[in-house]
């Protein structure tokens, strides 16, 4: 919040409120799970990427080390982590082009991602190793179980509820929910943050209020939550898993916008 909207302290002080109160929140990060080092590491690498987008000169070698310490330990907390790679060598090569040199994307793109590859690494090759599959997800839906036909579009609207409940705050087994009109007050949070925000958004494009190079830091946590939403759509088609809190990862993104759409 403190990156994309400076001259906006009531953001960052909004988007922290309703992190710091989101029920959900609350549960997942009292609860023992690697949810909770992924949310972490998931919103670091994001303000990572932010900070690297935003830099006008070379950036400094410690800021590639903290990119590729950060994605390796995300890649061993949770597969989806590894779906922000591709855009951190997106904004090495969008500096790279910038500063018209190729430092950034040779340098940045080896300390990052040889600390990643050193770090996560030997996990994957392990799984393909033993399961013959990097991810070693074939094994976990063995356990967990697989529905019996691939949810399609219509299916997985159907289940909108309990993924909102489950983002605002679906407690115990996920059979525990908050009264009906507590989950009416949050969606109607919810709705008008992300209708605010959408409405800034298109003021300042048709306005041409922001330059390129500060739609670019914006982008990113616009588009990271939207990758998110679309592994997860992934993910419940194929088990059933319609819980919100898998968005946590991009929570930051997601409170951010909400905030200013307020």
Do not use: H
């Not at 790279?96 to 690494?121: D, F, K, Q």
Request: proline content about 5%; hydrophobic content about 55%; overall charge positive.
């Amino acid at each position: 919040g403190r990156r994309l909207f400076p001259e906006r302290p009531e953001v960052r002080l909004g988007a922290a409120a309703l992190n710091a109160f989101l029920p959900m929140f609350l549960f997942i990060s009292g609860s023992v799970n690697n949810d909770n080092l992924s949310n972490l590491l998931g919103n670091l690498l994001t303000l990572e990427i932010v900070i690297l987008l935003a830099a006008q000169a070379q950036p400094r070698w410690w800021l590639y080390v903290l990119l590729g310490v950060t994605a390796g330990a995300g890649l061993l907390a949770k597969f989806n982590i590894g779906f922000l790679i591709p855009v951190v060598a997106l904004a090495l090569l969008i500096i790279s082009l910038r500063l018209r040199s190729l430092r950034p994307l040779l340098l940045g793109g080896l300390i990052s991602g040889g600390l990643t590859v050193l770090i996560a690494g030997w996990w994957y090759a392990r799984n393909a190793q033993l399961y013959g599959d990097p991810t070693g997800l074939n094994v976990f839906l063995d356990l967990v179980g697989r529905r019996a036909i691939p949810a399609n579009a219509a299916q997985l609207w159907a289940e909108r509820d309990s993924f909102l409940q489950a983002f605002w705050g679906f407690f115990g087994g996920v059979n525990v929910p908050l009264p009906g009109f507590v989950y009416a007050l949050f969606n109607l949070i919810g709705a008008i943050g992300i209708a605010g925000a959408a409405v800034f958004c298109v003021r300042t494009l048709i306005r041409r209020e922001w330059a390129l190079d500060r739609w670019l830091p914006a982008i990113v946590t616009l588009l990271w939550p939207l990758i998110s939403f679309l592994s997860y759509l992934s993910w419940t088609a194929t088990t059933q898993a319609s819980q919100g809190r898998l968005l946590f990862a991009a929570l930051s993104s997601i409170l951010v916008w909400i905030a200013l759409g307020l």
